[in-house]
């Protein structure tokens, strides 16, 4: 926990199948109910995007799970999250996405100084051949890695 962030989930497969080009911070605009599931960490990133509609930008197919100590007041799991973005920063996402095959992934959700932030990245889909590079690039760095270590464990 450095500077007050709580991490409450990362989005793993999105840094595998995009390539983030940009990242943002946003708020959520939640429910009491919503707050409280992600604080018991109940909440899931998969399939989640986020769209530009006119001038406010939304969160789409968030899963927070119902809070179980909630009553009748509680909230939808799957509904449609306002992010809670500078003008600025909504124009300049507008822009980027306008571009072919960009889109918006979020790539954690967390607690920030006790208010839910959530980090929005442009990204690109990765074709299939990217992916093999990616892993390649990953494997040679791992052997030149283990093969420094080996060098300086014999003192050479």
Do not use: C, W
């Amino acid at each position: 926990m450095a500077d007050g962030i709580k991490i409450i989930v990362n989005n793993r497969k999105a840094r595998r199948d995009y390539e983030i080009l940009n990242t943002y911070e946003a708020g959520l605009q939640l429910q009491g109910t919503e707050v409280k599931a992600l604080r018991d960490g109940r909440a899931n990133l998969k399939d989640s995007y986020a769209r530009i509609e006119g001038d406010e930008a939304f969160l789409h197919k968030i899963h927070i799970s119902e809070y179980a100590h909630g009553n009748q007041f509680n909230h939808e799991p799957e509904r449609k999250r306002k992010l809670l973005l500078h003008r600025y920063e909504i124009d300049r996402m507008r822009g980027q996405t306008e571009e072919k095959g960009l889109t918006l992934i979020p790539l954690k959700l967390y607690f920030k100084r006790g208010k839910a932030k959530v980090e929005i990245g442009v990204a690109r889909g990765k074709r299939q051949f990217d992916k093999r590079q990616d892993i390649a690039r990953r494997d040679a760095q791992r052997e030149m890695d283990y093969a420094l270590k080996a060098r300086v464990r014999n003192g050479r």
